[in-house]
């Protein structure tokens, strides 16, 4: 298994997280428009509740997308876009509970991304919400597992990453 770039992992976290602004603002649009039909001023307190009901949903669309798309072997958008896939450290699926831990401790850890981006650089491509639940993002896209000619060893690297990229399990 090969172990991804710190750049396709930030160009995969900017995909998926342009996609979820994009519905976060829908959600936002449709709580302002049911409240602007029933014919309700916008004051300070109705702008606050509107406010904390888009941080709510906001929130549990962020933990239902990034908890749902990486367990069972699946990924994110951006992560399928870049050709990255997120696997236990033996290399199988992750399920819903290893899911959900990694999604959680990766909202807890996002005000400290600095350091997350530090620990990536240190440990191995691992950042601190994959080191604490035991998982490793690879990179499943075929064309970089295939060797260059005259590249010794890589032969069962590349077969292994292609069985992981393609199991269905």
Known sequence: MRKSSILL?????????TLLSFLGAVVFAAAFAGYSASGGLLGL???LRLMSIAFLSSTLLFLFYFTYLTMAGER??????????????????????QAFAR??????ALPF???SLLTAFLCDGRMVHDIMTGTRVINTDLHSKIAPKGYPGDKEEATEAYTVGTSTS
Not at 9 to 17: G, H, Q, T, V
Not at 77 to 96: E, H, N
Not at 103 to 108: D, K, M, S, T
């Open 113 to 115: 991304w600095p350091v």
């Open 103 to 108: 999604c959680l401790i990766h909202v807890i």
């Open 45 to 47: 307190s109705q702008a």
């Open 9 to 17: 992992r930030l160009l995969a976290f900017f995909i998926d997280c």
């Open 76 to 97: 994110t958008i951006g992560k399928r876009i870049v050709g990255l896939r997120v696997v236990r450290q033996d290399g199988s699926p992750l399920g819903f509970g």
